[in-house]
């Protein structure tokens, strides 16, 4: 099983590759929308990323509850666990 | 009536990443037809086309790039090296020199986020609807690329998408004169893009028998007027001018190429594919473009043709501009510049105007290329760079498109 921060390596990956952030930049404690400036359509192309990397469902509901890169790693380790 | 001049020019082309290297290309006779290197041409009956000389992705950045369907890329492109061209642009420490509700874009496609629209058709077929990107409604709308002009350049005043197949990037233009002529703009962007070589577009030309088969020859397939032509050749690319009006050109000092000065626009009523074997409706337009020029058919010296090597069209062109300038039309130096760039639909006829309004900046006509057995026009057609004579110039830039659109544009030197 992947460990928390390799979780938010491969994650950082994709947010990088979508947005175009430095993945050094994609820290925990980072909002996706006020730090990173990951607008709402790119939010849906990493999550739909996220999906496929991690073989995990992010409903649509739940996406709203991702603030930042920590509640995301979290999110996609009890997915994961569950 | 307000004078409408061209302070700026832009171009990614099959010849030229940029206008002046497209402009080098076309007076050198270049042709940028080549055999479609990607392994889905080799089902097809026409295995060349004439793609872009340098990929957008070598010019943009990365990020914006993969939001942007491909004919917004190459429109882009062309659009951001108009606007720098122009002075209009600014740096960071001075204003642009135009304000934003002043400023409008008129940005043709002929076909749309095609691309854009079937990868993510295979991606439903083939993975599922959450495998559709979000993105791509915003990347596959015709009125994209404007759109994404307008952004990056923060255009307020209208901004606009003519359709118009293949006359589309003339209706641009025109569309960009009448709104500095009605008060609506002091400067607007206009031109016109296309990034259809792919499969489907490809095929579906192919069933019309519109399209060339000289495969074994690409740079030879382009041949407007020459007896042995079998069809246009598909090519890609995008142009833009900005259009200004003369008292906002002349109070900051612009650099003016030409006068945009007058439009022509008609339909032919006769069919959706054919052209009107005599060119009725190319004939009126070319006659409403010059007297909305106020210019009389005795003053052109150049007409740039729509001329994309099909059999019938190129005749019926011929036939029309010998009724629209009548004796005048012997004293036109005629040329075709899809000889060397293949025909770019939506985006032909702004690649085209630029040409016009260069010839008539530097006074020399582009050759036709392949022009080896040429049909008996009657007409004098260009096979080497021509140059034009002393004073005043003017010309004519000529689009048709599927659905019977007919659209001239007339140029006057300044």
């Known amino acids: 099983m992947a460990t928390t921060d ?46 496929e990397k991690f073989d995990v469902k992010i409903p649509d509901d ?15 380790e009890r997915a994961q666990n569950g | 009536m307000t004078r409408v001049f061209v302070t700026g020019l832009g171009a990614t082309s099959p010849v030229g990443g940029d206008a002046s290297s497209t402009w080098d ?13 990607q392994e889905w041409a080799q089902q097809l009956g026409t ?22 369907d491909r004919s917004a890329q190459l429109a882009l492109v062309a659009a951001l090296e108009a606007w720098a061209d122009s002075g209009l642009a600014g740096d960071d420490t001075e204003k642009p020199g135009v304000e934003s509700e002043r400023l409008g874009v008129a940005m043709a496609s002929g076909i749309g986020g095609v691309q854009t629209l079937l990868t993510n058709y295979d991606n439903l077929n083939l993975k599922g609807p959450r495998r559709v990107s979000p993105l791509a409604i915003p ?7 404007a ?35 009605l008060g609506r703009a002091d400067v607007v962007v206009v031109g016109g893009t296309e990034a259809a070589v792919h499969p489907l577009p490809m095929a579906a030309f192919g069933q019309m028998m519109a399209l060339s088969k000289r495969n074994d020859d690409p740079e030879a397939a382009s041949r407007p007027w020459d007896k042995g032509r079998d069809g246009f050749v598909l090519g890609e690319g995008a142009a833009a001018l900005v259009l200004e009006s003369e008292e906002h050109a002349r109070a900051r000092g612009a650099k003016v190429y030409a006068e945009a000065a007058g439009a022509g626009i008609t339909a032919d009523s006769h069919d959706i594919a054919q052209p009107d074997p005599v060119g009725r409706g190319a004939t009126r337009a070319m006659q409403m473009a010059l007297r909305e020029a106020h210019m009389s058919a005795d003053e052109l010296v150049h007409i740039n043709a729509h001329a994309t090597s099909t059999p019938q069209g ?15 039309a012997g004293g036109v ?75 001239a544009i007339a140029f006057r030197s300044v």
């Open chain 2, 147 to 181: 759109a994404n002009i307008g952004l990056a350049i923060r255009a307020q005043a209208g901004v606009h998408t003519p359709v118009s197949a293949c006359a589309s990037g003339n209706e641009a233009i025109a569309l960009g004169i009448d709104m500095i002529r």
């Open chain 2, 47 to 68: 295995t060349i086309a004439a793609e872009v000389a340098v990929d957008p992705s070598e010019v943009l950045d990365r990020v914006k790039a993969r939001r942007l």
């Open chain 2, 139 to 145: 990347m596959l709308m015709p009125n994209s690329p």
């Open chain 2, 333 to 407: 130096v005629l040329t075709s510049t899809k000889s060397m760039t293949g025909h770019l639909l939506g985006a032909a006829g702004a690649l085209e105007s630029l040409a016009t309004v260069l010839a008539l900046h530097h006074r020399i006509v582009p050759p036709t290329i392949n022009l080896e057995d040429p049909e008996d026009t009657g007409l004098d057609i260009a096979t080497e760079p021509r140059k034009l004579g002393d004073g005043p110039l003017a010309a004519l830039n000529n689009s048709f498109g599927f659905g019977g659109h007919n659209v």
């Open chain 1, 6 to 51: 390799e979780i938010r390596a491969d994650l950082a990956d994709i947010v990088n590759e979508v947005a175009g952030i430095p993945a050094d930049d994609v820290q925990m404690d980072k909002s996706f929308t006020d730090d990173l400036d990951v607008d709402s359509l790119s939010m849906v192309e990493v999550v739909v990323a996220a999906e």
């Open chain 1, 62 to 76: 739940e996406v709203k509850n991702l603030k930042t890169v920590g509640d995301a790693v979290a999110y996609i």
């Open chain 2, 25 to 37: 290309a076309l007076l050198e006779g270049r042709s940028g037809v080549r055999s479609i290197e």
């Open chain 2, 314 to 328: 190129d005749l019926a062109e011929a036939t029309a501009i010998k009724n629209a300038l009548g004796d005048a």
